[in-house]
């Protein structure tokens, strides 16, 4: 892999990762090995790795969490330090990334960069623009969090610093949804902490208001004071009569989709015009998807079947809703990706139309007398989770689980 990249690539800059290895000296290795210190276990690694990208040439860094995980029994954020980086033998050429993607709050970040100082390292400060949590961007979020993070790597002599763009669990936002956060972050970086001059850098260089650009942000805006949640992403591949998530909708909420609908579409001319109306009709889709488990259930519930009835044409509206979401969120992948990839979503999306019309037809049977029974809205619906509160959005990104049933615990 060094051999790759020094051939492919001018810097010499290069991020070995090993983030997150929670398992590390566990598994097959305490098998083979025995019980060992793990922090040996980490820096025999590292040795290795180290004495490679010298032979190439490269300046290594990696994610910290590993060092303060394993000091605070896997709490990243935790208040215990782990030993120097002498003390357990890091190599001297690599230096340390403080990854911090949720944080608000100038003095917790300091804390951390004090915590990394105290380590030995030079340490590199890596924050996130969220756009890896289904289709819809959290900017405004990601600005707050950069805010407070890049003042606290100002003030701590952190010179080096990067924005994250992950795109967990399927790439369904588009590449420049989050370009306020990183716009944000650029002039921050510089000094620049006001928001009207940001705004006004932000359109002279965009061309586009940076307050509408940020409605890119709304469809999952439903709870704003819950931080980072995503009902965009689960509550639409949510099944409608197993309902594992629909305690967590509220069915007033659902109205505020048109009306976000409504901004979005004023948005669809331009340069990222593609972008807004993938998000128009996304919230064009989930203003009838979004609540239609509880609403079934609600009239199933009552054993009136001419309210079963009345609701088969919402399935219908929905079937051809998604058809058109499905039609913009094609051609937005055309335009900004590659095709690979997209093959999961014509499987996750279809499996969704497909779905919807199996419990149409369902509905249809018992609704004319065909079917005594539909039994999975025979079952009360359990909270997602302990502590969940009804009605409040939750994150929670996972196609998988979702599809599967398999809930958070």
Known sequence: MFAFCAKNFRSRRINIGMDEAHRMGLGKYLDRNGPCDRFTVLRCHLERVCALAERYGFAPMMWSDMFFSLANRGNYYGPARPPSADSLGVPSNLKMIYWDYERRGYEGVCAMLRAHRAFGRETVFAGGAWAWYGFVPHNAYSMEAARDALRACADNGVRNTFVALWKDDGAESSVWSVLPALWAAAEYSRGNFGCESLAQSFRAQFGIALQDFLCADAPDALDEEAGICN??????????????????????????FAKMRKKLVKLCGGRFGYMF?????????????????????????????EKVRALLPEFSKAERRLRRFMQSFSAQWERECKPFGFEKHDIRLGGLLERLGHCRRRLAAYAGGKADRIEELEEDILPYKSGAEDGKSIPFNDWLHTAAIKPEL
């Open 231 to 256: 009902p965009c992403k689960y509550m639409l591949y949510a099944d409608p009569f197993l309902g594992i998530f629909d305690r967590t909708a509220d069915s007033e909420k659902s109205a505020v």
């Open 277 to 305: 109306r993938t998000l128009a009709d996304l919230c064009a889709f989930m203003e009838i998807k979004y609540a239609l488990g509880v609403r079934v259930r609600a009239a199933y519930r009552t054993g009136d079947r």
